[in-house]
DNA sequence: AATCACTAGCGCCCCCTGCTGGC
DNA sequence: GCCAGCAGGGGGCGCTAGTGATT
C-alpha cells in the first residue's frame, strides 16, 4: 500500500491488526471505527438518514442511497458490457452477466454434478436435495420450493378472472404460457416424414392436422370381417 | 483524528421465463 | 392439458470494509 499522505498510510497500517475498539451494545459485534459502528447500530434501529428526494426510500449509508437512485431515477449504469448491449448498476451484476457468455460455472454442487454460475442458484439448487419447501400457499397451506411456482399456484388455482393462451392454429385455450409451448411443438410443428392415418391412405406433416382427420373416421364401420361383408364400428 | 463520499464486494430475496415429466 | 419441480438470466436492496478527500 502506498499513499499521498502519513494519515492515510496510518489508518492504512491498521487493517493488519485485529484491534476492533468499536463494539455494538445490542449485538457485541466489534467493528474497526466509529463511523462502521454507526451505521451498524443505525441498522438495527431503522434509522435511516439518508432520504431519496424522489421516493420514499431511505438508507443507511449514502452508498446505498446513491446505487438505489441509480436502479430506479437516473438509470445510471455505469458497467458495460464489452459482448453486447448489456450493462448494470454493479459490478457484481456485470460479472454474474458475463459468465452467460463464458459459460463460466464456478459454483459446483457438493452431492452431485450440477455447478451454477452464481451462488444464489446454487444455494436454490441446494433444497432440491434437502427436499424442503420453503413456500406456502396463504389460501391452500400448499407448499412449494420456488417462490414463482407458489406465485402462479396461487394465480391458477385462487385467482379470478384468470387470462388463458389460446392457440393460434386450433383454438384450443390453454391456462399456461409454457404449456402452450409444449402445445405448439407436439402438435403443430412440421414433421419432415408425413404421418400416415391408420385407418385410410391419407398423411399427414402436422400432428394435429392428422388427429383431426381421425376423428372423421369416427362413424365408420372401420373393422371389417375378411371372410365376409360384416363391418363394425368397434 | 474524525468524518464525509465513494467504491468494491459479499450476500439475500425476488421476478420472469421456459422446459420437463408425472398425472 | 394441468401441475409442480427446477434451472437461466436478471433487478434491487442490506450490509461491511477500505480509500481519498476534507474538516
Redesign the pocket.
Known amino acids: 500500500?502506498?499513499?499521498?499522505?502519513i494519515?492515510?498510510?496510518?489508518?492504512?497500517v491498521?487493517?493488519h491488526s485485529d484491534e476492533?475498539p468499536h463494539v455494538?451494545h445490542l449485538c457485541l459485534?466489534a467493528?474497526?471505527?466509529?463511523?462502521?459502528l454507526?451505521?451498524?447500530v443505525?441498522?438495527?434501529t431503522?434509522t435511516?438518514p439518508?432520504k431519496c428526494s424522489d421516493?420514499d426510500?431511505?438508507?443507511?449509508?449514502?452508498?446505498?442511497?446513491?446505487?438505489?437512485?441509480?436502479?430506479?431515477h437516473t438509470?445510471e449504469?455505469?458497467?458495460k458490457?464489452s459482448i453486447?448491449k448489456?450493462?448494470?448498476?454493479?459490478?457484481?451484476?456485470l460479472?454474474?452477466?458475463?459468465?452467460?457468455?463464458t459459460?463460466e460455472?464456478p459454483y459446483a454442487?457438493y452431492l452431485?454434478s450440477?455447478?451454477?454460475?452464481?451462488?444464489?442458484?446454487l444455494?436454490?439448487?441446494m433444497?432440491?436435495h434437502s427436499?424442503e419447501?420453503?413456500?406456502e400457499?396463504y389460501v391452500c397451506q400448499?407448499?412449494?420450493?420456488?417462490?414463482?411456482?407458489?406465485?402462479?399456484?396461487i394465480l391458477?388455482?385462487h385467482g379470478e378472472n384468470v387470462p388463458?393462451?389460446q392457440?393460434p392454429h386450433?383454438s384450443?385455450?390453454?391456462?399456461?404460457?409454457?404449456?402452450?409451448?409444449?402445445?405448439l411443438?407436439?402438435?403443430h410443428s412440421y414433421m419432415a416424414v408425413a404421418v400416415k392415418c391408420s385407418y385410410c391412405e391419407a398423411a399427414f406433416h402436422e400432428r394435429y392436422a392428422l388427429t383431426q382427420h381421425k376423428k372423421t373416421h369416427r362413424n365408420e364401420k372401420r373393422f371389417r370381417c375378411d371372410q365376409c361383408s360384416y363391418a363394425c364400428k368397434q
Open positions: 500500500f502506498t499513499s499521498l499522505r494519515s492515510s498510510l496510518n489508518r492504512h491498521k487493517i476492533k455494538c459485534k467493528f474497526r471505527t466509529a463511523t462502521l454507526r451505521n451498524h443505525n441498522a438495527h431503522g435511516r439518508y421516493c426510500m431511505a438508507f443507511v449509508t449514502s452508498g446505498e442511497l446513491a446505487r438505489h437512485r441509480r436502479y430506479k438509470l449504469k455505469p458497467f458490457c453486447c448489456y450493462s448494470s448498476v454493479e459490478a457484481s451484476k460479472k454474474r452477466h458475463i459468465r452467460s457468455h459459460g460455472r454442487c452431485c450440477y455447478a451454477s454460475k452464481d451462488t444464489c442458484k444455494k436454490r439448487h433444497i432440491t427436499g419447501k420453503p413456500y400457499c400448499a407448499r412449494f420450493t420456488q417462490s414463482g411456482t407458489m406465485k402462479i399456484h391458477q388455482k388463458k393462451y392457440c386450433c384450443t385455450f390453454i391456462a399456461r404460457k409454457s404449456d402452450l409451448g409444449v402445445h411443438r407436439n402438435l
